[in-house]
């Protein structure tokens, strides 16, 4: 069975750009989850989606947003992007948002804000 | 509000030996689950081993073990025979009835040989 799929593993942008990071889930998972590690900061959850439903969302602001897709595939996207959001973006999916299904991480995509 | 706090932001072991990372939590919530997340220098997150809170028996995870304690809201990570491929960051994480995912900020261990 594949795994968590991010896609690009790598992004370089400028201020004020947008950039839209993809994440491919397990086969048969519904629930995506979202997060955002920095070196001083650790993880900090930014949404969750489950069957195309934004279920949670954390502490950040209008200009990170995400969607769902049928197939469960997800995106996020982060809109006039300032130097702190440099960071390693972490994709999860589990088969529903119960806590007894485990996480399973992808790669992460690392942006990179110039 | 839930937190977790991981007090060593780093660790080193001989290989073959003992570790206990540690991690505490604050959470209002009487049923919540605690985790521990390795990610290797290769940067894939894995689950190490959970504990649910209402359940007072220790998990354990071959040589992974947790000292869970309740009422001191401590939940540390025991690696016994440390080998070379145990060297990763370690996030201790939360989940409650809100089911968001609170981690703590991470423990860098470095297995010697």
């Known amino acids: 069975k594949a795994g968590v799929t991010q896609t690009p593993r790598y992004l370089i942008k400028t201020r004020g750009q947008q950039v839209t990071l993809s994440c491919s889930p397990i086969?048969?998972?519904?629930?995506v989850s979202w997060y955002q590690q920095t070196p001083g900061q650790g993880l900090q959850f930014l949404f969750e989606?489950?069957?195309?439903?934004?279920?949670n969302k954390g502490n950040f602001p209008g200009r990170f947003s995400g969607r769902q897709f049928s197939n469960s595939r997800s995106e996020m996207n982060v809109s006039t992007l300032e130097l702190g959001d440099s960071a390693l973006y972490l994709c999860?999916?589990?088969?529903?948002?119960?806590?007894?299904?485990?996480?399973?991480f992808g790669a992460g995509t690392r942006l990179s804000v110039l | 509000a839930q937190t977790v706090t991981q007090s060593q932001p780093e660790m080193s072991v001989q290989e073959a030996e003992t570790v206990t990372l540690s991690c505490t939590y604050d959470?209002?919530?009487?049923?919540?689950?605690l985790f521990w997340y390795k990610q290797p220098p290769s940067r894939q997150m894995i689950l190490v081993i959970r504990?649910?809170?209402?359940?007072?028996q220790n998990a354990t995870e071959n040589r992974f073990s947790v000292n869970f304690q309740k009422a001191a809201k401590s939940f540390s990570l025991k690696i016994s025979d440390s080998q070379l491929g145990d060297t990763a960051m370690y996030f201790c994480?939360?989940?409650?009835?809100?089911?968001?995912?609170?981690f703590g900020t991470g423990t860098r261990l470095k297995v010697l040989a």
């Open positions: 959470t209002s919530e009487s049923n919540y689950y």
């Open positions: 994480a939360c989940l409650s009835g809100t089911y968001k995912y609170i």
């Open positions: 504990q649910e809170a209402y359940k007072q």
């Open positions: 999860a999916s589990s088969y529903d948002y119960k806590p007894k299904n485990i996480q399973y």
């Open positions: 989606y489950f069957s195309e439903t934004q279920r």
């Open positions: 086969s048969g998972h519904r629930s």
